[in-house]
């Protein structure tokens, strides 16, 4: 095997073989090669592409770059994956709904990629958690517990880490058949049953039109049943935050006062639609509604915060968290309003220039080693279609210096449009796929 040949064939717009593929992808993990001949094979996979066949080979190639795990327990394992957006939380909602309604969910998630938030960094905006846990550490939780959301240790996909930090760093994020093999081989790498994939689409997500995310779950749908593991994606909407702040800490308030609130709003409905999938197609509900229901009633009554509560008190949280969870988390030290400028409804929500501008604000990563301030962001972003009259605020920055500050009340400014009539509003579910 030859690095500069299999570049050479995806240069040409050719499918390296199975063998080819496998090779590239343990050499990824074990530094075979190299990072100039990493950052080429992304571009020409982002550039040219893979056929169905080769995203399949490539995905399994990389899941099998290390360790499967393997579960005996007494239900169904199951895991759930969006592709991406702003505002987007749902992980931390739906992992303990989904234990408390029986299942085992070994969530192994990123961190930040691009103007998205990342899962493990909200999460670890909490004091104390500690997601970096070894293979027996997260067993035991997931079966103590129900849940457990954990970055992937070193032996898990080790061929998507480095390949996770190269698409960062060389543009090519958006890639449908590197973002399919990413997502999928951390996924079937924890030796789930079934998986839900949630694609998100709209100015928020790396998918801007209902078409392109037709495309990635058709993509990641097919790949992952032909790779043995039973699943569906629902497409929703991303015009707009899913909670109307962006932000770690600010995201986590937004998870607790639903937690331990009335449980209403988008983003429940999105846990609800993709809880109603996994629960129907393990045989833990009759059908999708059924499965819906169940996690909505796990969220309003109470059942997700204590498994919340227990999951992150073993993973090193404080034990009291979802009962004083105000006290725990960090808070930004300049706060400022973004007010409009004239009258009118909220016609359009720039998400990822709200994501850059957390970015810059220092809630996200420019570079790979960056240091993430969980207490920066965006908040009480208001929503799509609101009446809102001059001096009227739009939404309030958390930073830490004034210069911050100043620049994203600019950014934010930028990013929502204002327009003499109310805009259709779209629906947060938009279709189902697999």
Same mark, same amino acid.
């Given at each position: 095997?030859?690095?500069?040949?299999?570049?050479?064939?995806?240069?040409?717009?050719?499918?390296?073989?199975?063998?080819?593929?496998?090779?590239?992808?343990?050499?990824?993990?074990?530094?075979?090669?190299?990072?100039?001949?990493?950052?080429?094979?992304?571009?020409?996979?982002?550039?040219?592409?893979?056929?169905?066949?080769?995203?399949?080979?490539?995905?399994?190639?990389?899941?099998?770059?290390?360790?499967?795990?393997?579960?005996?327990?007494?239900?169904?394992?199951?895991?759930?994956?969006?592709?991406?957006?702003?505002?987007?939380?749902?992980?931390?909602?739906?992992?303990?709904?989904?234990?408390?309604?029986?299942?085992?969910?070994?969530?192994?998630?990123?961190?930040?990629?691009?103007?998205?938030?990342?899962?493990?960094?909200?999460?670890?905006?909490?004091?104390?958690?500690?997601?970096?846990?070894?293979?027996?550490?997260?067993?035991?939780?997931?079966?103590?517990?129900?849940?457990?959301?954990?970055?992937?240790?070193?032996?898990?996909?080790?061929?998507?880490?480095?390949?996770?930090?190269?698409?960062?760093?060389?543009?090519?994020?958006?890639?449908?058949?590197?973002?399919?093999?990413?997502?999928?081989?951390?996924?079937?790498?924890?030796?789930?049953? +079934? !998986?839900?994939? =949630? %694609?998100?689409? &709209?100015?928020? /997500?790396?998918?801007?039109?209902?078409?392109? #995310?037709? *495309?990635?779950?058709?993509?990641?749908?097919?790949?992952?049943?032909?790779?043995?593991?039973?699943?569906?994606?629902?497409?929703?909407?991303?015009?707009?935050?899913?909670?109307?702040?962006?932000?770690?800490?600010?995201?986590?308030?937004?998870?607790?006062?639903?937690?331990?609130?009335?449980?209403?709003?988008?983003?429940?409905?999105?846990?609800?639609?993709?809880?109603?999938?996994?629960?129907?197609?393990? +045989? !833990?509900?009759? =059908? %999708?509604?059924? &499965?819906?229901? /169940?996690?909505?009633?796990?969220?309003?009554? #109470?059942? *997700?915060?204590?498994?919340?509560?227990?999951?992150?008190?073993?993973?090193?949280?404080?034990?009291?968290?979802?009962?004083?969870?105000?006290?725990?988390?960090?808070?930004?030290?300049?706060?400022?309003?973004?007010?409009?400028?004239?009258?009118?409804?909220?016609?359009?929500?720039?998400?990822?220039?709200?994501?850059?501008?957390?970015?810059?604000?220092?809630?996200?990563?420019?570079?790979?080693?960056?240091?993430?301030?969980?207490?920066?962001?965006?908040?009480?972003?208001?929503?799509?279609?609101?009446?809102?009259?001059? #001096?009227?605020?739009?939404?309030?920055?958390?930073?830490?210096?004034?210069?911050?500050?100043?620049?994203?009340?600019?950014?934010?400014?930028?990013?929502?449009?204002?327009?003499?009539?109310?805009?259709?509003?779209?629906?947060?579910?938009?279709?189902?796929?697999?």
């Amino acid at each position: 095997m030859d690095a500069r040949a299999i570049l050479a064939k995806l240069r040409h717009k050719q499918t390296p073989t199975k063998e080819e593929l496998a090779w590239m992808a343990h050499g990824l993990a074990d530094g075979t090669i190299t990072d100039a001949q990493a950052g080429a094979f992304a571009m020409a996979v982002c550039l040219n592409g893979l056929s169905d066949v080769g995203r399949v080979a490539l995905t399994i190639a990389m899941r099998d770059s290390g360790r499967v795990l393997h579960w005996d327990v007494d239900g169904p394992v199951l895991d759930k994956h969006s592709t991406g957006g702003i505002g987007d939380c749902v992980s931390l909602l739906l992992a303990p709904a989904l234990a408390a309604c029986g299942a085992y969910v070994p969530m192994i998630s990123g961190r930040g990629l691009g103007h998205t938030g990342g899962t493990l960094d909200k999460l670890e905006a909490i004091p104390g958690v500690n997601t970096h846990l070894s293979e027996a550490e997260l067993k035991g939780i997931v079966r103590q517990v129900g849940c457990a959301i954990v970055g992937a240790t070193s032996d898990i996909a080790p061929a998507d880490k480095r390949l996770y930090a190269v698409r960062d760093n060389s543009s090519t994020v958006d890639s449908l058949d590197l973002i399919t093999a990413s997502i999928l081989s951390k996924k079937l790498a924890a030796g789930i049953d +079934g !998986l839900v994939l =949630d %694609v998100k689409v &709209g100015s928020g /997500a790396f998918m801007k039109t209902l078409a392109e #995310g037709q *495309a990635l779950a058709e993509a990641l749908t097919k790949t992952a049943n032909a790779s043995k593991c039973r699943t569906t994606a629902v497409i929703s909407d991303m015009s707009q935050p899913l909670v109307p702040s962006v932000g770690n800490a600010l995201e986590v308030a937004e998870v607790m006062r639903l937690l331990t609130g009335n449980g209403r709003g988008p983003i429940v409905d999105v846990a609800a639609a993709l809880g109603g999938v996994l629960l129907a197609n393990s +045989g !833990l509900a009759q =059908d %999708v509604q059924e &499965g819906a229901d /169940a996690v909505v009633h796990a969220i309003r009554k #109470g059942y *997700a915060a204590e498994r919340f509560a227990r999951m992150l008190s073993a993973l090193g949280g404080p034990v009291n968290f979802v009962d004083d969870w105000r006290r725990f988390l960090p808070e930004a030290t300049v706060i400022r309003q973004v007010n409009a400028v004239q009258d009118g409804y909220v016609a359009r929500i720039d998400g990822q220039a709200l994501g850059w501008a957390v970015v810059g604000l220092g809630g996200g990563r420019m570079y790979e080693e960056d240091r993430i301030n969980p207490a920066v962001g965006i908040s009480d972003v208001v929503r799509l279609g609101t009446q809102v009259k001059k #001096g009227q605020t739009l939404a309030v920055v958390h930073a830490v210096r004034s210069d911050q500050a100043d620049a994203a009340v600019r950014d934010t400014l930028q990013a929502i449009t204002l327009s003499g009539s109310r805009p259709k509003v779209p629906d947060q579910i938009l279709e189902r796929v697999g």
